[in-house]
Nanobody, 118 residues
């Protein structure tokens, strides 16, 4: 069972930027549709960005072009570049396959905390 490991979160001021990374085993990141998710306190886990094996990318409409998902096929690493961060982006960020069940999927990692605050 693959296990994902996320990193790169932290405390950032509004308007700042962060790059999150996600590592998985084998070739899963290059061979599957992969998504970044986030979960804010008291809210459901939501998908914010997806990249397909073809390279096609989809984003949550609420992001308005501030986030960019990418992957390093050779390194088997998934990235999320976040620009112009807002306090409402504060959440724990996770990566997993697209449409992963938030309760039953065993591949979820610990996530990485992103806090946007002045």
């Amino acid at each position: 069972q693959v296990q994902f490991v996320e990193s790169g979160g932290g405390l950032v001021q509004p308007g700042g930027s962060l790059i999150l990374s996600c590592v998985g085993s084998g070739s899963i990141i290059s061979n599957y549709a992969m998504s970044w998710y986030r979960q804010a306190p008291g809210k459901r886990r939501e998908s914010v960005a997806t990249i397909f094996p073809s390279g096609v990318r989809n984003y949550s409409s609420s992001l308005k072009g501030r986030f960019t998902i990418s992957r390093d096929n050779s390194g088997n690493t998934l990235y999320l570049r976040m620009n112009n961060l807002k306090p409402e982006d504060t959440a724990v960020y996770y990566c997993n396959r697209m449409a992963a069940n938030p309760i039953t999927d065993a591949s979820w990692g610990q996530g990485t905390q992103v806090t946007v605050s002045s």
